[in-house]
C-alpha cells in the first residue's frame, strides 16, 4: 500500500523459514513410521465471530485491502463460488472471510490457546493450508498439530487432530474423489487424506507414507484429474536439494509409490507445483526463476524473473496455473508475476509496495496465493493486507522481440531486434538475466543491450540485444530475459537459446 511498510520482515519470517526454505521444522518432526495411522474428526466448541470493513489501496493492477490491527499474519487463501476467499489469520488464530464487492469482513477466532506469551499480534499458530469442502472451511492448524473445520452458519468447529506428533500439518487441497487431501511436515514422508464414511456424516483422517522416496517430504499437492497428482518435495537432511513427483491418487493400498518428473534433473527447494494440461510449473524457492516441464516433448524450459539489487534471489514461494496464464510470487522480490509460456514468452511482474522496496528488510511477505476468475488472491504475512491482482489490467508500455529463438556456438554471437512501445511518464531501466544459474545472473552467456535506459516516450523504440557465448557451457536449451521496469511493473520479454 501506498508508503507502507513492515521493518524486519525478514526477521519475522526466520522463525518459519530457514534460509528461504521449511528446514526450520527439521527439529521437531515426528518419527519415522511405515504404517498408515489413522484419526476421527470430532466437535470442538465454537467460533468466536469479529466483524469490520476494510479500505482499498490500488496499486497498478493489484489491490490491497488492510487488515484490523494488530498484525493478524494472514497465510493461505481460497477462493469461494460467489467470489469471496477465505484465509487464516495467524496471529488471531483462526480464519477470515472477505467480500471485496463491499469490504466486508467477518473473523472467525478458534476457542483454542496456545501458550505462547507475547503482543496480541504474535504468531498463535502456523496456518499454511485453507480449503472448502464439505460446505465448511478448513484450514491447517500446525501448532495443534490438527486440522480446524469451521461451519460458518452455527460457528461450531470439528477438529481433525493428525495421528503422528509434531507433524505441521500444511497445504491442503479438495481432490477429485471429494476427499480433503493435505501434506505435512514430518520427518518421512507422508500425503494425508480425510474423507466421509459411505454409511454416515462421520469424518476419518489418514496419512499414508510414501514409499520410494521417504526422506523427501512432500510441500504442495495438486491434481490434473482423478489419475494423476503432482507433488513438490523438500529434503531436509540435503540442503536445497528437492524433486517433484507423480502418483495414482486412486491407488492407496499400502501406501503413495511416487514416480520422479522431468528425469535426472538438479531442482532446489521444490516449494510449490501447479499442473494444467501437458505442462507441469515448478517453484524453486531459492532461486529467480519458474520451471516448466511439458509433458509431451518431455523438455524442461525455465523463465528467469527479473533480478533485484538488494537480494541475490527473488525466491518464488508458489504457482498457480489459471487457463493459459502462469502465476506466481517473488517471497524476495516483493512482487506478483504473470507468465504467458512460449512460444510467445512475456512475463510481467508488478510491485506490491508504492514506492517500490529497496532493501530486505522491507519486504511485506506475501507468500500465498490462490488463482481466480480474472487474476490471483493473495496474502501479506507481515504488510498485513490481502490483495488482489488483476489479470485483464494492461500496462502502458510493452516489450516484444521479433525472433526468440537464437542459435550459439563456443565464441559465437548473434544479435536480437526488439521493440519497445506504448507510452511511459519517467524513463525505463533494461536489466537482463538469464537460466545459466539458479540467480539468474548471466555469466557464460554475454547479454549486451543497445541502451540501459529508454527515455520517456510516447513512440515505438527499438532495442537491440548482443549475444556472445564467452565461456564454454553445457550444450543444450537456456532462456535469456530482457526486462523493463517503471518502478511499479516490470515488462520481460524471452529470448530461447539452443546452445551447441
Known sequence: MEGRRKAGALIVLAVVLAGGGFYAYSTSLAPARTSIPTSTCVPQGNATQVRSTLAATNITAITEWE?????????????????????????????????????????????????????????????WGVALWRGMVWATNAEQNSIVGLNATSDTLTVCTLPIPNSSPYTLIVGPDGALWFTALTQTAFIGRISASSSSSSLSLSMYSVKSHPQEIPSDLQFLNSSFAYYSALDPYVPKMSGVYSFDPKNLTDGIYPTPVGGNVT?????????????????Q?????????????????????????????????????????????????????????????????YSEANPPVDNGTQIQNDLTIAA???????TSMTGNYVGFLNSSYRPSFWVTVGNNSVTLAPNESATVNLLVGGSWKGS????????????????????????????QGSERKPLTLNLSLMNALEPGRYTVAVSLSDGLIIQT????VTVT
Open 493 to 496: 520479454a524471452y529470448i530461447f
Open 372 to 378: 481466480a476468475s480474472g487474476g490471483l488472491w493473495f
Open 267 to 283: 531442482l532446489y527447494d521444490t516449494t510449490s507445483v501447479s499442473a494444467s494440461g501437458a505442462q507441469v510449473w515448478v517453484v
Open 428 to 455: 525505463l531501466n533494461v536489466t537482463t538475466s538469464d537460466s545459466e544459474t539458479q540467480s539468474s545472473v548471466p555469466l557464460a552467456i554475454q547479454i549486451s543491450p543497445s541502451t540501459t535506459v529508454v527515455p
Open 67 to 127: 487488515l484490523p490491527p494488530p498484525g493478524r499474519y494472514p497465510n493461505a487463501v481460497v477462493v469461494a463460488s460467489d467470489g469471496s476467499i477465505w484465509f487464516g489469520e495467524q496471529a488471531l488464530a483462526g480464519v477470515a472471510h472477505f467480500f471485496p464487492a463491499n469490504g466486508s469482513l467477518v473473523e472467525y477466532a478458534w476457542p483454542e490457546t496456545t501458550g505462547h506469551p507475547g503482543p496480541a499480534d504474535s504468531f498463535q499458530t502456523s496456518i
Open 285 to 349: 524457492h531459492y532461486t529467480s526463476n519458474l520451471w516448466e516441464y511439458n509433458l509431451t516433448s518431455n523438455e524442461w524450459t525455465v523463465y528467469p524473473t527479473s533480478t533485484e539489487n538488494y537480494t541475490d534471489v527473488t525466491l518464488p514461494y508458489f504457482v498457480r496455473t489459471s487457463g493459459n496464464v502462469v502465476f506466481f510470487n517473488e517471497h524476495y522480490g516483493n512482487r506478483m508475476a504473470e507468465l504467458n509460456p512460449a512460444p510467445v514468452g512475456t512475463l510481467t511482474e
